[in-house]
């Protein structure tokens, strides 16, 4: 089982850019940033990842973002990403990005979008990884700066796919964003959000998603399950729903795997997925091995799961229908 997922051809679709920063990365970028660690080897600061659910966890990751500094930096940070993904048998990548956590620090958004954008094109060229960036707007800082961000982006249109909100949900609704998400549709872009597992006023949250910002997509959304009418939606609109195991380990104390199991009985369009790896310490193919022992997943499991995500992604039909072929075609011959 464990080969059969790490070979299968897969698409991520919720991985945070700056949630693939590993230790090592830290410390080079540190170093020639000449930025002082407060920690002397990378295990020292592994060890210190001590997150017991979500702003725990964006304390430290926001910290830890403090050593990208230039082009060349996010440069790095992606290419890193993508090779690992690329090792993985990850054939495509919808890549989130904070940009208001590093213009907060005085980076420059072109800067973090052009170090980016060149990786994506680079990889895509030379290790055959095609990806795809969604801007994510952080929902604890105020909807004009969401809107100023969105503005900045809007040279770059053609290097985006989409539109994201991430951070810390508590007391931050997506109803806060409905001007910058309305905007956001009137440039093209897709839109999704994340309603992280038991966070307050869930149901409230996934029901605005749903019906006041018309996303195309949520980002975790388990707890949907618990309303008919929001999980009958999501199924009947056909939206994707990013789960990742590994990280709701780490801030809700469970893989979810029943909740996974609960939501392919009912024919959602669920995918797996590994949020901010380098924290969480396991990349896509450990998320589904974790998952597969504890839920007791078989090879047609996983293979809807992996195929939900090339069917949710945000690429034109035919692309989809190149990469579900390529599935196909590793299942036929894996059976042989
Ligand atoms: N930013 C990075 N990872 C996140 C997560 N799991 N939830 C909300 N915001 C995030
Ligand atoms: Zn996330």
Redesign the pocket.
């Known amino acids: 089982m464990q080969d059969f997922i790490e070979n299968i051809p897969k698409a991520e679709l919720h991985v ?1 850019l ?2 693939t920063l590993e230790p090592e990365l830290s410390f080079r970028l540190a170093q020639k940033n000449a930025i002082k660690m407060p920690y002397t080897t990378p295990e020292e600061l592994i060890s210190a990842y001590d997150f017991t659910d ?1 702003p725990s ?2 304390a430290i ?1 926001y910290a830890g973002m403090d050593v990208l500094r230039t082009e060349q930096d996010f440069y790095d940070l992606t290419w890193s990403y993508l090779n690992k993904a690329r090792s993985q048998n990850i054939l495509y990548a919808e890549l ?1 990005f ?1 940009p208001q956590a590093h213009t907060s620090r005085g980076v420059e958004f072109k800067t973090v979008i052009t170090g980016i954008h060149h990786a994506q094109r680079d990889a895509e060229e030379k290790l055959g990884i095609k990806s795809q960036l969604i801007l ?1 707007f952080l929902r604890d800082m105020s909807a004009e700066s969401a809107m100023e961000h969105l503005m900045y982006a809007e040279p770059y249109l053609d290097w985006i796919v989409g539109v994201g909100l ?4 508590k007391d931050n609704p997506p109803l806060k964003f409905a001007d910058v998400f309305a905007k956001a549709k009137t440039f093209g872009l897709k839109l999704t959000m ?1 309603c ?1 597992v038991n966070q307050n006023n869930t149901h409230d949250h996934i029901a605005q998603c749903l019906d006041d910002i018309q996303v195309d997509r949520i980002d ?1 959304g388990v707890n949907s399950l618990e309303k008919a009418a929001l999980w009958q939606t999501i199924k009947t609109k056909k939206l994707g729903l990013t789960v ?1 195991p590994v ?1 709701n380990r780490f ?1 809700v104390q469970s893989l979810t795997s029943k909740e996974i199991r609960q939501m392919l009985d009912n024919q959602m369009l669920v995918t797996i997925n590994s ?2 790896p380098a924290y969480f310490r396991a990349y896509l193919n450990e998320n589904f091995i974790e998952l597969q022992s504890e839920g007791d997943f078989s090879e047609s499991d996983i293979i809807t799961l992996v195929t939900n995500a090339f069917k949710v992604a945000w690429l034109p039909e035919q692309e989809k229908g190149f990469y579900l072929d390529k599935v196909q075609h590793y299942v036929e011959s894996y059976s042989a």
């Not at 991430?166 to 949900?169: A, L, P, T, V």
Request: hydrophobic share 25%.
């Open positions: 945070h700056e949630g979500l966890f964006l990751y989130f904070d994510c991430d951070s810390d949900e994340h992280d975790h990742c990280s801030v949020d901010d």
